[in-house]
DNA sequence: CTTGTCTGCCC
DNA sequence: ATTCTGC
DNA sequence: GCAGAATGGGCAGACAAG
């Protein structure tokens, strides 16, 4: 296929709205793939060039992008800089500056080459040549070539359509509908690479592609998730019987042990990326386990060497790292929070039962430290769920998470059958009360919000006759708000940083404001800031409300957001 | 060698 | 992570 | 309700620049 092609059909893809529409054009761009062509296409259209479990990147983001836009048109860097602000999208700068060069017809594989080779550069002088072959590539394509290919050296296509989809087009590609995603779907689960997916049902066909498919060792699976419900009596409701568990502040981990073989443990987060570097105590697992080959689900928790005790998500945080592990683990060791088990001795479990699942998952695990089998209770009745999410928050964990008993495990976060509970009923955030903070300025928005000319804005709280910056807010506020939101600052516009303003130079937005505006946030906790002028911030900020009813003076001070700790 | 910027990935 | 929105 | 796309703080690592 040529890249042209390609384009086309992105452009027809960028003009539809329906899924359903997508699934078609996409079909048909399956279809049309060429042998050895197909798995190429699907990770071009994920923006990579590789599955996603596969460590490799492009290095580059918008502001390398951006410089390499400077250099193949010869448009200055402020000039590009003001038109990202105005569009949101560097693809389409790329489309409004780009002279009408290209004509050359180039092949999708030649593309991916390209990509990769830019994917792969490393080492001292790498960003330059990064630089040099995204102008060169640049240089041989259209415009509108250019464009998509900008946008999947970000990593996003913005056309609304993302893996669930491609797994229906290929469905469609094989029996003209979805009749047979659920099938490629539960391939897809246990080895979530498209690429390969699509590929090999085009060479075998769907039967013999999901044919004893199931959870293989070394090949990391998608995980299930947790949704969310606002109250307990709703959780019963969707639910019925369900197992309450403590919800840890952690990282989750996938676990992958072979008793025998050329490794013996592996291990990945929750987006597949792996990361057994970072967990030197699993190498021990097999002294703990009762079990030849086991692929387990936990959250791995950092623990404090002298109180024991559970440390903060931060201080977990730290061992997501590839040097001085070692040293790390000595300072902050693990414990692991097993709850779940979906593969023992060669056998898939993701089709058992919660239940099931729980029990094989309990005899595999020998009694022992830093393995823990996490407690479950069963419980039918609302209250008994409200009361054992308030234990876990009196014994200072994030919650709980409750699980419909007779479930399979099923990946992602859909479908009522694991549902989390963080803050208290009726209440927004997790932190106890909620913040008034002070808009400070805002920044241009990208994809959709930039037709709003925000996308997100800086907040602060009083300190003395000061304010300092506390957190950026980019969520919370439905379309319309946006647009309230904008037109009110556009009138307090100013041009610089207010004399009350005590700023950081990271954080400089691009409009400032005067300090008049005030809004209502939540968050789930105040963390120590090495970024913000209050020294404190925000975790998962949003705002509840505008709160035009209340003045600058009557705005939160950063003595109040300090109590809240 | 240190510092700053950018990126990717945890939540 | 949280939240909003079109289908 | 699903799937997707906006957006958050903050950590480590890779490089570039000084």
Redesign the pocket.
């Known amino acids: 296929m040529k890249v042209s092609t390609l384009s086309e059909y992105l452009d027809r893809l960028e003009r539809t709205?329906?899924?359903?529409?997508m699934s078609q054009i996409l079909a048909e761009v399956i279809r049309e793939a060429e042998k050895g062509e197909a798995s190429v296409l699907m990770y071009l259209l994920m923006g990579r060039v590789r599955p996603l479990f596969d460590?490799v990147?492009?290095?580059?983001?918008?502001?390398?992008?951006?410089k390499a836009m400077v250099r193949a048109s010869g448009v200055t860097e402020e000039a590009l800089g003001a038109q990202y602000r105005v569009l949101?999208?560097l693809g389409l700068v790329w489309f409004a500056v780009a002279k009408s060069a290209g004509g050359e017809k180039m092949e999708v594989i030649f593309l991916y080459e390209s990509l990769s080779q830019i994917a792969a550069?490393?080492?001292?002088?790498?960003?330059?040549?990064k630089l040099m072959l995204i102008e060169e590539l640049l240089g041989k394509l259209t415009a509108n070539e250019g464009k998509y290919v900008i946008r999947i050296l970000?990593?996003?296509?913005?056309?609304?359509?993302?893996?669930?989809?491609?797994i229906d087009a290929l469905s469609i590609s094989e029996v003209g509908d979805k009749g047979i995603a659920d099938k490629l779907e539960y391939a897809y689960q246990v080895r979530p690479d498209i690429g390969f997916l699509v590929q090999k049902v085009k060479e075998v066909g769907w039967k013999r592609a999901c044919e004893g498919v199931g959870v293989a060792l070394g090949t990391p699976m998608m995980v299930m998730?947790?949704?969310?419900l606002k109250t307990a009596g709703e959780m019963v409701k969707?639910m019925g019987s369900v197992a309450v568990e403590p919800k840890f502040?952690?990282?989750?981990?996938q676990i992958h042990f072979q008793r025998r073989g050329d490794w013996k443990v592996k291990t990945y987060?929750?987006?597949?990326?792996e990361?057994t570097y970072s967990f030197p105590e699993l190498t021990k697992l097999g002294d703990v386990v009762d079990a030849d080959s086991l692929v387990l689900d936990a959250?791995a928790v950092g623990v404090d060497t002298k109180t024991g005790k559970l440390v903060p998500?931060?201080?977990t945080?730290?061992?997501?790292?590839?040097?001085?592990?070692a040293e790390?683990a000595g300072k902050v060791p693990m414990v692991f929070y097993v709850f779940d088990v979906m593969y023992k001795d060669g056998v898939s479990l993701i089709d058992k039962s919660y239940e099931e699942r729980r029990k094989i998952l309990t005899k595999a695990v020998k009694k022992n430290d830093w393995l823990r089998v996490d407690e479950y209770k069963l419980v039918t009745k609302a209250e008994e769920i409200t009361k054992l999410h308030q234990l876990q928050i009196d014994k200072g964990l994030?919650g709980v998470i409750v699980k419909k008993i007779d479930s399979q495990y099923v990946p992602?976060?859909?479908?009522?059958r694991w549902v989390?509970m963080?803050e208290a009923e009726g209440s927004?955030?997790k932190l106890s009360d909620t913040i008034d903070a002070v808009i400070m300025g805002f920044?241009?928005?990208?994809?959709?919000?930039?037709g709003f000319g925000i996308?997100?804005f800086l907040v602060g709280v009083r300190r003395g006759e000061q304010i300092v910056t506390l957190?950026?807010?980019?969520?919370?506020?439905?379309?319309?708000?946006f647009k309230q939101l904008k037109n009110a600052l556009d009138k307090l516009v100013a041009t610089k940083a207010d004399e009350s303003y005590v700023i950081d130079?990271?954080?400089v937005p691009d409009v400032w404001v005067e300090p008049k505006l005030v809004v209502e946030v939540?968050a789930?906790e105040i963390?120590?800031?090495?970024?913000?002028s209050a020294g404190?911030?925000?975790?998962?900020?949003?705002?509840?409300k505008f709160r035009d009813d209340k003045s600058v003076q009557q705005a939160t001070t950063i003595d109040e957001v300090k109590q809240m700790i």
């Open positions: 709205q329906s899924r359903n529409e460590p990147e492009f290095g580059v983001a918008d502001k390398q992008v951006m949101g999208d550069e490393s080492g001292g002088g790498s960003q330059e040549r970000l990593g996003k296509l913005r056309l609304g359509f993302s893996d669930k989809t491609l998730l947790a949704a969310r969707k502040d952690g990282t989750r981990i987060t929750r987006n597949l990326e990361n959250e998500f931060q201080m945080m730290t061992r997501k790292r590839k040097h001085d592990v790390q994030e992602g976060r859909t479908g009522w989390k963080k927004t955030g920044y241009s928005g990208k994809g959709k919000r930039a996308g997100k957190t950026k807010i980019g969520t919370g506020l439905s379309d319309e708000q130079k990271t954080l939540a789930d963390t120590i800031s090495p970024t913000y404190v911030s925000l975790r998962f900020p949003r705002l509840v």
